[in-house]
């Protein structure tokens, strides 16, 4: 039987290990930390929604244990601000199953003590490159899904495909109890707000390792914007504080939801910076030995688009299955890179242009997209064109192959309205555009400015 190594038990060296017990490997993994620790010690790497195509991954590999969770999100609920406190642009999408995203701590944990009882071999040890050596020469391959820490630094930038040379965000998260949510809303869904010039916010159904269904608080911030108020909070009741001050200021329609909100635990915060980043796939070891990676210790994404777990996912799947495929052959550095080209142009790569388009705001493909979808109610019965563009909208998020070509370029966005629309396109985008306006105009006249299109709107 080969024998695998993989470091790191976040989201996607546990995927991988998972995944190669089923396919009948040895597996070793190496964590920093216990199980236990996890849940006591440890801080969650991100909010790490995945969407239905990462989530078929895990339920095909037997880790759906939070199914049921009523954190799962149906949809997003996208709103375009003009500027603070003015709403512009809402999308009502729907995921074609819901999203889920679970607390990091309580899914590690977990998925730690089935690899155990699956048969896999667990060590906690704190891998130096010096171990790592000895590691690989006892393995067949040696698989480093560490996260962004040092050993990523076993594989050199790959500065062709990482287009940015710095962070384009400051980052801010914490997960929060206590939100006065509407007792009549049955299903859950992610807002998410886009401030142009400022950043972006996100309020998201979240799966807590000790209250279970509750919400996590994202914010994104361009430096010097509104948004960028989180630079030096100490604490998650800190970082909290800012948000209900941000809350108040840009999205007051949100003040009632969110004015009585606690902290969740006190480890389970964020604050910081990542530069959006793509490694090349060889590392060598000093004895001249070849390792791979896979997750964020490969590909780190701003989270903007949350692509980082959902295409941890996707590359562990990758990688096992071209493993079972090499059969008894070498796990070369020619097989290895390979093996990532053929999934960076397959998922990788659309998956970072998706992100970027984030990162960089939505040219005027995306802008017609949004304009044509005008008046989606992310009604599961709404079968309207404006409803099934806001749907593939959404499905983009699983699976950016579906229309990130068309979320960039004028000429593929409206060739995909017209198979929505009957081929009336600018049609769409036109009367989509004319009611936006109306719609500002109406929100500006209102003196409760608490009718805002759909923002408000139960979803069923
Ligand atoms: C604020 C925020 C929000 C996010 N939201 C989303 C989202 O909505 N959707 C999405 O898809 N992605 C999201 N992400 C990204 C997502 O969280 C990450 O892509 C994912 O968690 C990375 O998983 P990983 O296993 O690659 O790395 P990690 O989660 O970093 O795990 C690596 C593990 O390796 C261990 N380790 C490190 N070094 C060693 C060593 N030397 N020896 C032994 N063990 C070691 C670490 O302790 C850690 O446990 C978000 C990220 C952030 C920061």
Redesign the pocket.
């Known amino acids: 039987m080969r024998r695998i190594a993989i470091?790191?038990?976040?989201?996607?060296?546990?995927i991988n290990a998972h995944a190669l017990l089923k396919a009948g490997y040895e597996v070793s993994l190496?964590?920093?930390?216990t199980g236990q620790q996890?849940l006591t010690e440890?801080k969650?790497?991100?909010?790490?929604?995945?969407?239905p195509m990462?989530l078929a991954y895990e339920r095909e590999l037997g880790l759906d244990f939070w199914n049921d969770s009523p954190a799962a999100a149906v949809g997003v609920n996208f709103v375009l601000c003009l500027q603070p406190g003015t709403p512009f642009l809402v999308l009502n999408g729907r995921f074609a199953t819901p999203a889920l995203?679970v607390d990091?701590r309580l899914q590690?944990s977990r998925w730690l003590e089935e690899f155990e009882k699956r048969g896999g071999k667990l060590h906690i040890?704190?891998?130096?490159i010096e171990r790592l050596d000895a590691i690989s020469a006892e393995h067949d391959l040696t698989i480093i899904?560490?996260?962004?820490?040092?050993?990523s630094d076993l594989f050199p930038v790959d500065e062709k495909r990482s287009i940015y040379t710095k962070p384009q965000r400051h980052?801010?998260?914490v997960n929060v109890i206590n939100a006065n949510d509407n007792p009549n809303n049955r299903v859950r869904i992610a807002r998410y707000y886009e401030l142009p010039k400022a950043g972006e916010t996100?309020w998201?159904p979240y799966h807590h390792m000790t209250h279970g269904s509750s919400w996590n608080l994202?914010s994104e911030a361009r430096e010097g914007g509104p948004l960028d108020i989180f630079r030096d909070a100490k604490s998650g009741e800190d970082v909290l504080d800012r948000f209900k001050q941000l809350i108040r200021k840009v999205y007051p329609w949100d003040w009632e939801w969110a004015k009585d909100m606690k902290v969740a635990d006190p480890n389970g915060w964020?604050t910081?910076e990542?530069r959006p980043t793509i490694r090349k796939p060889v590392g060598i070891l000093p004895s001249g030995r070849p390792v791979t990676f896979?997750?964020?210790?490969g590909m780190?994404?701003d989270?903007v688009g949350?692509?980082?777990?959902?295409?941890?996912n996707k590359m562990a799947r990758h990688l096992t299955e071209a493993i079972v495929k090499r059969g008894s052959a070498p796990f070369d550095a020619a097989w290895i890179e390979a093996t990532f080209d053929g999934f960076y142009h397959n998922h990788g790569e659309p998956a970072y242009r998706f992100n970027n388009a984030f990162l960089d705001g939505l040219p005027l493909a995306g802008q017609e997209i949004l304009a044509a979808q005008y008046g989606s109610d992310g009604r599961a019965d709404n079968s309207s064109p404006a409803q099934k563009l806001a749907n593939e909208f959404c499905a983009n998020f699983s699976d950016p192959r579906c229309i990130t070509d068309a979320l960039l370029d004028v000429s593929r966005a409206r060739k995909l309205i017209s198979t929505h629309t009957g081929g009336a396109a600018m049609a769409a985008v036109m009367k989509g555009r004319f009611a936006i306006i109306g719609n500002l105009i109406r929100w500006w006249m209102s003196s409760k400015k608490a009718d805002f299109g759909f923002q408000h709107q139960m979803w069923s």
């Open positions: 470091i790191g038990s976040g989201q996607a060296g546990l190496y964590s920093d930390r996890w440890g969650p790497t991100g909010t790490a929604v995945r969407f990462a995203a990091l590690s040890e704190k891998i130096t899904a560490s996260g962004k820490g040092a050993l980052l801010s998260m996100v998201t994202f964020l910081g990542i896979v997750g964020d210790a780190a994404f989270p949350a692509q980082g777990a959902n295409n941890g």
